[in-house]
Structure formats: structure tokens, C-alpha cells
């Protein structure tokens, strides 16, 4: 039975009948490309691995609609809030998509929740952040939808199908998201200094915690070198990170805000944007549970998980009913 907190490589037990032979066949079909489904024999430290990487990363989908949710009722035209309503009901459906796919692995939805509910579960740091006004909405679809789609890419290609799969329509809509969020910041960048402004702050606040969202530099990535090994992860932090500064650093000159980081430099020799010193501590505070809003979004996560007690309830008996007739 999974136990988040139990050490990754499993019990004894289920360790004793891992073969050295059953563990290089395993690594030969990664090697050969090929993809690992639910019911292959698979090395219980992989299968701890996807769950752990896949209901981190459903969990940050269910949080992650909350600080988008708080300008639902403030956007500034009907078209921008139905855009963003369309956008927020997509992080729920990759949210479920992806509590499915872990699924697959033996670990159960409710186990899952309940791990987020009672703290123990992590989610990504950057959905601890505050939504001060209309441009964070833009800069969370400009770089958190781009961060989020730099790192998803290569995840249609991870080992195990059940994840792979469920990234590919993830990745067509987080691109729809990035698409809507510049689309904002271009039109606050285009508009009066006031907008400008604004924009200028969005970025201000998010650029550093959105290159915290690619985790740990690699020296200090402890699950990294063996998730690549697997083909779960593609590129290593450090990798995916540069790409998104590459790329966002250009976005940024087009729209004419400035990356609020006095080391940003292009070097010539190596064709990539070299960066400041991330603050790490911040990350790992984040991380503890100690940033500014993680116990706002945890409250608030309980709170709809009991609000909603009822369509559970609901559902489950008219499941039971179902099933006593179709047994009848
Ligand atoms: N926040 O050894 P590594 C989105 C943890 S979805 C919190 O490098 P790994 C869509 C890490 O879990 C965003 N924790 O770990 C959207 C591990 O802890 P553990 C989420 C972090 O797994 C947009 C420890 O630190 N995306 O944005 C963070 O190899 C807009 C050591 O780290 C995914 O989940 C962090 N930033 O690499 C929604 C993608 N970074 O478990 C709404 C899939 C690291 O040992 C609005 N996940 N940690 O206790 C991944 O690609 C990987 O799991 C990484 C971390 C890259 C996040």
C-alpha cells in the first residue's frame, strides 16, 4: 500500500523480488524507448516516483485555480472572464486527468487528497503567491503557463504512458493559457502608463518565484539523476530553466517591461542569457509551508473539499444504486 512518506525504494519485501535480471530487462525497454502501462512489472521505486511526481503535480493544478479564481469576479470585461473562467475549469480537468493517471499506479484518489488536505502532500511553490491585481493574472498565463509548458513538453515523452498521455492535451491547453496571458500583458503594455505600470510590477513579483518553479538547481535535485535515468524526466532543472529564461527575456524586451534582474546579461559564447543568484531560501521556505499564502490555500482547498461532501455522497450512492439493480 503507497505511503507518501515511506522511503522510495519500498519495502523489503517488495525490494526481495527485484531481480538484478527483472531490473535490467526494466531498464532496457526505457532504454528502447518503449512505454511502461499500468499493468508491467515496473521496479516499486519508479512506481513511488510517478506517484509522487504525478499528485504533486495534480495537486498544483486544483491549488493553482485559486489564485487565478480571485479576479473571476473581477476582470476587467465579460470576454476577459469568460477567456479566464475557460481557463480555470482547464486546471481542473488536468488536475483530475492527472489524479487518474496516478491511479493507474495502485494509490487511491481519496489517499491523495487526503495528503494534500492534511499538508503532508507537497504542491508547486508558485500557487503561494498572491494575486494583487489584473496584470498577475496575465504574468501567471505569460510565465507560470510558460514555465509550466517548458517543463510538460518533454513529459509527453516520459517512460510511463498513463502520464505521458494525459500531457498531451494537457500541453495544448496550458499553451492556449500561455497565449491569453501575454495577450493581456500586451494589451496593459500597450495601454496607459498606469497599465504599464502595473504590468511592470506583475513581473516584478513573479519573474524570480517562476524560475523557483523548475525546483532546485541540479547539484541539489535529489530525485533528478534517477528520474532521468527512467526517462520520467526528460531535462534536468537547470536545463528547463535556462530554456525559460531564453525565451522569456525576449518576450519581455518585445513588450518593453524589464526582467528585474541587474546580473541578466546575453552571453555571446555560449548564445544563452546568463542570470542572477536565485534566492533558494525563499524556495525552500515556500516549500516548508511558510509562504505568504500557503495556509490561505490550504483553508480554502478544505473548505471546498467540505462544501462538497454532499456531490460525493450523492454520487457515490446513485453508484451503489446502479450497481444493486445491475446485480439484481
Ligand atoms: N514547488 O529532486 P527535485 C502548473 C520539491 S503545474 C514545490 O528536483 P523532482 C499549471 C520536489 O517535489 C506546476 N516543491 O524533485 C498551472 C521534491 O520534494 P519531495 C507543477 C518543489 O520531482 C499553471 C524536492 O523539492 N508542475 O503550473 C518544487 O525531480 C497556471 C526536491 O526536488 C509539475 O508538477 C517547487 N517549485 O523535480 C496551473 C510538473 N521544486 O517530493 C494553474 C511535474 C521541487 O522529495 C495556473 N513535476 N520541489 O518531497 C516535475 O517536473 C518535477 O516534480 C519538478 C521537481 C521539476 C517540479
Redesign the pocket.
Known sequence: MYTQGLD?AGTDEQIAVETDELLSAFQERIDAEEKIEPKDWMPEAYRR?LI???S??????I???Q??GNWLTRAPSLKRKVILLA??QD?AG?GLYLYSAAETLGVSRAQMVADLLSGKA??????NYPTLTWADIGT??WL??G??IM??IP?CRCSYGPYARAMVR?CKE?SF?QRQGFDIMHTLCRGSDEQKAMAQGALNRWWWPSL?????N?S?????AQ?MAWK??RFS?DE?RQKFVDATVQQADFLGLRVPDDELRFDEDSGHYRFGEIDWQE?FD??AGNGPCNKQRLEKRRQAHSNGAWVREAAQAYASKQASRAAA
Open positions: 522510495q516516483t509522487r511526481q504525478i504533486q503535480h495534480a495537486h498544483s493544478e491549488i493553482g485555480m489564485p487565478e481557463k480555470v486546471e488536468h507537497k504542491y508547486s511553490s508558485i500557487f501567471i498565463g507560470v503557463d514555465a509550466a517543463n510538460q513529459l494537457v496550458e493559457h523557483m518553479m523548475f525546483g532546485p541540479d541539489e535535485s535529489k530525485h533528478s528520474s520520467i524526466k532543472n528547463l524556495l515556500v516549500i
